[in-house]
């Protein structure tokens, strides 16, 4: 199949969605926008568009796999298709499965002025891909591990507001998620390098504190506790997007938090 195949032909009444396949690696990726007539859809359209997505996408699986250190297709989560929804919900954006949605209005309403537009959207658009390859010992994982690893490639990746994000020693747990548990992964990368990378490798299966003792040669609670005493919170109010984690195989958007 040809790489930048464009498939234009679904009609339902007035409804026109934008559909764009690509091949790379073993995954193929679709991106559909679902939404194209409203205003959010229509802003993605111009300011982004499914092209650029497509184009960015076997980019942001090369950075997770270079991140996770998976050299080899074994080391790697199999995605035999990988599907990105422009779609409207009342939140930001979500994994199901192999799917990821992306809020068409928080796009329009959020991703301003328009010259920031893609590089916002490349920004979530690595963490959503990361929840899609990451390994999360089937669901056992802390939900807060789960979204701070995702958060951790895309600060890898420099797709982030480096400015608005938590500073190390931000939260009050280690698993707290997002910014918070993507600084404490960095200083338990200062500790063992390539630390977060093997902790993603023994969550293939299942997941266990014990990792934490067995990389470490501490407990995560005690390895929490040295990483404040080290560092203390600089004064920047951030804004966290919390999401709901469940073994339904999908990561909800539920709320904001401030720290």
Request: hydrophobic share 35%.
């Amino acid at each position: 199949m040809n790489r930048s195949l464009c498939i234009f032909l679904i009609h339902v009444s007035l409804l026109l969605s934008s559909c764009l396949v690509q091949h790379s690696h073993a995954t193929q990726y679709i991106v559909t926008n679902t939404v194209p007539n409203t205003p959010g859809g229509q802003f993605f359209d111009t300011e982004i568009g499914v092209e650029f997505t497509l184009s960015i996408m076997p980019t942001l699986n090369e950075i997770i796999y270079k991140v996770f250190e998976e050299s080899s297709p074994a080391e790697r989560r199999e995605v035999p298709v990988l599907n990105v929804y422009i779609s409207e919900f009342p939140s930001y954006a979500y994994k199901n499965g192999d799917n990821i949605n992306i809020s068409a209005s928080a796009m329009y309403n959020m991703y301003r002025p328009s010259s920031i537009a893609k590089r916002m959207f490349t920004s979530v658009l690595t963490h959503e891909m990361t929840h899609v390859f990451q390994w999360h010992g089937n669901f056992g994982a802390p939900g807060g591990l789960t979204e701070g690893t995702a958060d951790y490639v895309m600060v890898k990746s420099g797709y982030y507001n480096e400015a608005m994000y938590p500073k190390p020693g931000a939260g009050q747990r280690w698993d707290e998620g997002y910014g918070v548990t993507e600084r404490f992964l960095e200083y338990c990368d200062s500790l063992l390098e390539g630390f977060t990378a093997k902790l993603n490798k023994k969550m293939r299966n299942t997941y266990n504190n014990a990792y934490w003792v067995e990389l470490l040669g501490k407990p995560v609670e005690q390895l929490w506790t040295e990483y404040k005493a080290k560092n203390q919170p600089q004064g920047n109010t951030v804004y966290i997007l919390h999401c709901s984690f469940s073994n339904t195989n999908k990561w909800q958007p539920t709320s904001e938090k401030i720290i």
